[in-house]
């Protein structure tokens, strides 16, 4: 399986075993948008578009949104892409699971930092 799918998944699965989770959350996924994977792995072709296809995306998001904090307040998961030093529209899969409104471009280490500073803050700022 590609990295970039395993990544997602994995990550999903550590967020929904979080036994107190916190009303905000955020899976930041940073890649350089490139798909490793063994010829065959995925009948759909590039991995990802075949997550995207199968609705996991969309699946990640609503049963991580589902859960409650342990003082009974509504969970809101979000997930960020961040391409980093190539260009988005080459790999649209990515930015189709997160949702285009959520997919950052860093072109170089500053700018990475920025950007995943900014969507921190932007997540600690909803929680007042």
Do not use: W
């Not at 009303?23 to 065959?40: A, F, K, T, Y």
């Not at 699946?59 to 009974?72: F, G, H, M, Q, S």
């Not at 391409?83 to 860093?106: H, M, P, T, W």
């Not at 700018?111 to 932007?122: R, V």
Request: net charge negative.
């Amino acid at each position: 399986m590609d990295r970039i799918v395993s990544s997602i998944i994995k990550s999903a699965q550590y967020f929904e075993r979080l036994d107190s989770p916190n009303p905000r959350q955020l899976m930041v996924i940073l890649s350089d948008g490139i798909d490793n994977v063994e010829r065959g792995t995925f009948a759909n072709g590039v991995p990802t578009t075949s997550l995207v296809r199968a609705g996991m995306c969309d699946v990640i998001r609503e049963k991580l949104n589902a859960r409650k904090t342990a003082d009974d307040r509504p969970v809101n998961f979000q997930m960020a892409f961040v391409g980093f030093d190539y260009r988005i529209q080459d790999n649209k899969a990515l930015s189709d699971c997160v949702g285009r409104e959520n997919v950052y471009d860093a072109a170089d280490p500053d700018e990475l930092l920025d950007i995943i500073l900014n969507l921190i803050s932007e997540e600690i700022g909803h929680l007042k």
